[in-house]
């Protein structure tokens, strides 16, 4: 089992950057899968990035792509969430979540059903 805490969000103005943390518990962080989700007010949970275990295989959704960029350390049992050139639209609540990934795989997952573990979120606001 893995419990996850998120930091990093805030209030900022569009156009500014964040970056997100997600630390993980636990000594096999390096076998876990990591994605990030964000929920607006009103809107079903979406999306946002995700990572293999060894951190060799990221994926983007269309809507931040060029714009976030995703990536782990796996000695520092972290996975983080570089957030460039911020969007109102971006507001939400940032939640990470991790799955065991199979032996021998290096692959990422993209929908929520797919992962087990969540953290409690993190407020992003962007202000135009």
């Known amino acids: 089992q893995v419990q996850l805490v998120e930091s990093g969000g805030g209030l900022v103005q569009a156009g500014d950057s964040l970056r997100l943390s997600c630390a993980a518990s636990?000594?096999?962080?390096?076998?876990?899968?990591m994605g990030w989700f964000r929920q607006a007010p009103g809107k079903e949970r979406e999306f946002v990035a995700a990572i293999s275990q060894s951190g060799g295989n990221i994926y983007h959704a269309d809507s931040v792509k060029g714009r976030f960029t995703i990536s782990r350390d796996n000695a520092q049992n972290t996975v983080y969430l570089q957030m460039n050139s911020l969007k109102p639209e971006d507001t939400a609540v940032y939640y990470c979540?991790?799955?065991?990934?199979?032996?021998?795989?290096?692959?990422?997952?993209?929908?929520?059903?797919?992962?087990?573990?969540w953290g409690q979120g993190t407020q992003v606001t962007v202000s135009s």
């Open positions: 979540a991790a799955r065991l990934a199979y032996s021998g795989s290096d692959t990422y997952y993209t929908t929520g059903a797919a992962y087990a573990y």
């Open positions: 636990g000594r096999t962080f390096s076998t876990y899968a």
